[in-house]
C-alpha cells in the first residue's frame, strides 16, 4: 500500500486527502478529508491529485483503478463552496473551474479504466467527478443520491457537468436534473444510465473491482423513439431548449440567471464540440459567482448549515426523545403526526376526541405515502411499517410513556389550558408540553401549570409536510432544556427551526400581517386582484398576498389581525374589507369562497368577480407594478427590523431564514436583511421615505432602520 502525501513549507507531513492501494493489479483510490464528516473538493486538491496520477503512471503493475471513500455513509457531498468567497472577481472563479475541469480530463484521459464506487450522497462536484470516471456502481442503499444541485445556490455545474451528463443520460434527464437540482435515487439513476450498475452495499467495492478488471464499460443507456426522435436531431433538440426555456421563465421570472447561462452553456457544447462547451461553462460559472442572487443562496445556504450544527440551547442539551404525543387528528395535528412518524422515525401516538379524527390522520398520512409506492420509491410493506408508528385513542392511553405532546387543537386559551392540566396529570413528569399556536401568548398557556418550565410554543405551518419552518417560542420561565428538546424534534421531522420571543404573532405572522393588509388595501382602492398578485409573483414570490389570504384562511387572519393591533399598535388594523368578506362567509379555499373561486378539490379557479361589488369597487390598474409590489414589500421590511430591533428574533440571519422558509420571501434576494444589506440600508430607508410621500405615514421608515441608516451600519 502507497498513501500520497503533501509536505508543506515547514517540511511538516499533513494527512491525506487520497490514499492509494494496489489489490492484485486494481489500484484503490480512497478519497477520505481529514477532520470532516463529509467528503467535499476543494482547489488545494488539485496538487494532490496530480501526485496521485503520477504515481499511477509510474507503477506498470496498475491495470485498473476504482474510486471510493473513506466516509461510512458519504461520497462526495460536493464542492467546499466556501472558497467561492474566497474570489473577487469572475475570473478568478472561472479559473477554479477551469482548474476543476482540467483535473477531471486527465481522469477520462487515464488510459487505464477508472471506476467510481458510489455509497451516500453524491452531489455537485462530487457527481462531476463521477461522470469523469470510465463507469460508475453505486449502493441501493437510500442513503445514496446523485445530482447536481448547483441551480440551488444561482450557480452552474463548473467542472464539466454541464457537458458530460448530457452525453451519458440525455438532453431531456440531464437538463431537467440540473435546471431543477433533482437528486436521483439508485434505481432512477441505474435506470437513467447514470451508474453502470446498482448492488448492496457490502458487494459495493467488489463489484466495482470486477468491473474495473473488464475493461472501459459502455454507457448502458437505452433510448426510446420518442427520446431518439427529439434528441437525434437538431430540429428535436432545439424544441427541447425551446420547452424548457419557456418552462424555467415561467417559474422564475427572469429572477434566477442560472437556468438561463445553464441552458445557454448546454447548447454551445451539443453544437460546437465539448471543448467550447467547458469554455462557456467555466466563464458562466465564474460570472454567476459573482452575481448579486448566487451570493444571497450562498449565504441562505451558509445560514441554514449553521444552523444545524447548533444541537444545544444555552448551554444545554436536549432531552432524549423515544416516543411523541399529539393532540388532535385535524389538519395540523394529523400533519405533525405524519412527519413525527415518517421523517423523525418516531412512535407517536394521536390523542382526539372522535374516531373520525384520528381515522382523517391515517387516511392523509397513507395518502401522503402512496404516490411513492406507486412510483417505486417506497415498497407497499416499507410504507404499512412506517404507517405502523401511527397509532391513535380517544383517551390518554400510551401516553404515560411520551417524552414530548405537540397539542394542535382548536385556537382557544381556555381549551389550551385544559390540555396542559390533562397532559401534567397523564404524561411522565418529564414531558414537554409543546403548543401549535398561530398567535396566543405561550406564557399565557402556561399560566397555572405545575411545571410551565416544560411549556413552549411550536408553531408550524401549513402544510406541514411541505412547509420547512417551524417556530420554537419560548415563554419567560421556559427552561432551555425544554427548548433544546423542541428544537430536537423540529430538526428531526425535516425543519428548519428558529427561536423567537414569546410576542404577538411571533416573528412570520408579525411580518406577514402588515404586507397582507397593504395587498387588501391596494384591492380596496380599485386594483385589480391578478394585477395585485401577479406583481408579487414578478417580483419573486412563490405565491399573490390574495392567493395567499385564499390559502390561510380570510377568517383566520381577520382572527390574528385584532390580537396584533392590541399587542403592537394600530397599524396592524386590518382594513374593515375583511369584515363584509367574513359575512358574505368567505373564508377562502377551505369553504371554496374567497377572492378566488375553488372547486370541491381545493384547486385555484378565476377570481370571483362578485366579490368586487361586495367591496363597491370597480376594478381599473392604476398603480405601476412595481409600486404595487414595493408598497407591500416595504411595510414587512419595516416591521422586521422592528422585530430584531426587539429581540424578537435573535439574528439578521434568523429573520431571513424565518421570511424565507415561512412565507416565502423570494430566495435569490437573501430574505428581508439581505436584501436591505445588498440595496443599501440608506436606499431602503429612502425608499421608504418617498413611498411615506405618496402614500402614507405608515410607509415611514421605523426608527431602528433610520438611526441604522445614519450610522453607517448594516445587518451583514
Not at 138 to 145: E, G, H, P, W
Amino acid at each position: 500500500m502507497s498513501d500520497v502525501m503533501i509536505v508543506t513549507g515547514t517540511e511538516q507531513m499533513t494527512p491525506s486527502t487520497f490514499t492509494l492501494r494496489n489489490e492484485d493489479g486494481i489500484g484503490i483510490i480512497t478519497m477520505d478529508v481529514p477532520g470532516e464528516r463529509m467528503n467535499t473538493l476543494r482547489a488545494s486538491f488539485v496538487d494532490e491529485i496530480q501526485a496521485l496520477l503520477a504515481e499511477i503512471s509510474a507503477d506498470n503493475n496498475i491495470k485498473g483503478l476504482v474510486l471510493c471513500s473513506g466516509k461510512a455513509d458519504s461520497f462526495i457531498a460536493g464542492a467546499d463552496v466556501h472558497m467561492l468567497d474566497e474570489c473577487v472577481t469572475a475570473e478568478q472563479a472561472e479559473a477554479l473551474a477551469r482548474a476543476g475541469q482540467d483535473i477531471f480530463n486527465q481522469l477520462e484521459a487515464l488510459k487505464i479504466p477508472l471506476i467510481a464506487a458510489i455509497h451516500g450522497p453524491c452531489l455537485g462536484g462530487g457527481l462531476e467527478l463521477a461522470l469523469a470516471c470510465h463507469g460508475r456502481v453505486c449502493s441501493d442503499d437510500d442513503k445514496t443520491r446523485l445530482g447536481l444541485p448547483e441551480v440551488q445556490l444561482g450557480l452552474i455545474p463548473g467542472s464539466g457537468g454541464t457537458q458530460r451528463l448530457p452525453r451519458l443520460v440525455g438532453l431531456t434527464r440531464a437538463l431537467d436534473m440540473m435546471l431543477t437540482g433533482k437528486q436521483l435515487r439508485p434505481k432512477q439513476a441505474f435506470k437513467a444510465g447514470l451508474v453502470n450498475d446498482m448492488v448492496p452495499h457490502s458487494i459495493l467495492l467488489d463489484t466495482a473491482i470486477t468491473l474495473a478488471r473488464q475493461g472501459k464499460p459502455r454507457p448502458k443507456r437505452k433510448r426510446d423513439i420518442k427520446t431518439l426522435a427529439l434528441e437525434a436531431n437538431p430540429f428535436g433538440r432545439r424544441l427541447v431548449f425551446d420547452k424548457a426555456l419557456s418552462t424555467l421563465r415561467h417559474k422564475t421570472r427572469g429572477k434566477y440567471p442560472a437556468p438561463e447561462r445553464l441552458l445557454n452553456v448546454v447548447q454551445t457544447g451539443l453544437h460546437q464540440g465539448i471543448n467550447k462547451g467547458l469554455a462557456a461553462e467555466a466563464r458562466a460559472f465564474g460570472e454567476l459567482v459573482m452575481s448579486p442572487e448566487s451570493s444571497a443562496l450562498r449565504q441562505l445556504f451558509f445560514a441554514t448549515t449553521e444552523m444545524k450544527k447548533e444541537t444545544r440551547w444555552q448551554g444545554k442539551e436536549p432531552n432524549s426523545l423515544a416516543r411523541i404525543g399529539v393532540l388532535g387528528g385535524g389538519l395540523m395535528g394529523g400533519g405533525i403526526a405524519f412527519v413525527t412518524a415518517i421523517k423523525a422515525g418516531l412512535p407517536v401516538r394521536i390523542k382526539d376526541i372522535s374516531h373520525q379524527g384520528i381515522n382523517q390522520a391515517m387516511a392523509n398520512a397513507h395518502g401522503l405515502l402512496m404516490p411513492k409506492v406507486n412510483k417505486k420509491q417506497l415498497r407497499a410493506s416499507e410504507m404499512q411499517q412506517q404507517l405502523a408508528r401511527i397509532t391513535g385513542t380517544l383517551d390518554y392511553r400510551g401516553f404515560e410513556r411520551v417524552d414530548l405532546v405537540v397539542e394542535a387543537v382548536f385556537e382557544s386559551l381556555d381549551i389550551k389550558r385544559e390540555m396542559v392540566a390533562e397532559v401534567e396529570a397523564n404524561c411522565p413528569k418529564h414531558t414537554v408540553f409543546a403548543t401549535n399556536t398561530s398567535s396566543l401568548p405561550i406564557h399565557q398557556i402556561a399560566e397555572g401549570a405545575e411545571r410551565p418550565g416544560q411549556v413552549v410554543g411550536l408553531h408550524y405551518f401549513s402544510p406541514v409536510h411541505k412547509m420547512p419552518l417551524a417556530e420554537i417560542i419560548p415563554h419567560a420561565g421556559t427552561s432551555p432544556a425544554t427548548v433544546a428538546t423542541a428544537l430536537k424534534l423540529a430538526r428531526a421531522q425535516g425543519k428548519t427551526p428558529i427561536v423567537v420571543q414569546d410576542k404577538a404573532g411571533f416573528y412570520v405572522n408579525r411580518i406577514l400581517a402588515p404586507y397582507l393588509n397593504e395587498a387588501a388595501r391596494l384591492l380596496l382602492e380599485g386594483e385589480p386582484i391578478e394585477a395585485i398578485d401577479r406583481a408579487l409573483l414578478d417580483y419573486g414570490f412563490p405565491v399573490g398576498p390574495l392567493t395567499l389570504l385564499d390559502e390561510v384562511g380570510i377568517d383566520v387572519a381577520a382572527k390574528i389581525s385584532p390580537i396584533l393591533a392590541r399587542e403592537l399598535g394600530e397599524r396592524f388594523t386590518a382594513p374593515e374589507a375583511f369584515g363584509k368578506l367574513l359575512e358574505d362567509k368567505r373564508h377562502g379555499k377551505k369553504n371554496g369562497r374567497g377572492f378566488y373561486r375553488h372547486d370541491k378539490k381545493g384547486k385555484h379557479k378565476p377570481v370571483d368577480d362578485s366579490l368586487y361589488a361586495l367591496l363597491g369597487i370597480k376594478p381599473q390598474s392604476r398603480l405601476p407594478a412595481q409600486d404595487l409590489a414595493e408598497r407591500c414589500l416595504l411595510l414587512m421590511l419595516n416591521e422586521a427590523a422592528l422585530a430584531l430591533d426587539e429581540g424578537v428574533i435573535a439574528s439578521a440571519r434568523d429573520g431571513d431564514i424565518g421570511a424565507i422558509f415561512g412565507i416565502g420571501f423570494p430566495p435569490f434576494s437573501g430574505g428581508p436583511f439581505y436584501y436591505m444589506y445588498q440595496q443599501g440600508i440608506q436606499a431602503v430607508v429612502d425608499k421608504m421615505d418617498e413611498y411615506a410621500r405618496k402614500y402614507g405615514e405608515r410607509f415611514a421608515p421605523c426608527e431602528p432602520l433610520r438611526k441604522l441608516a445614519e450610522s453607517g451600519g448594516s445587518y451583514y
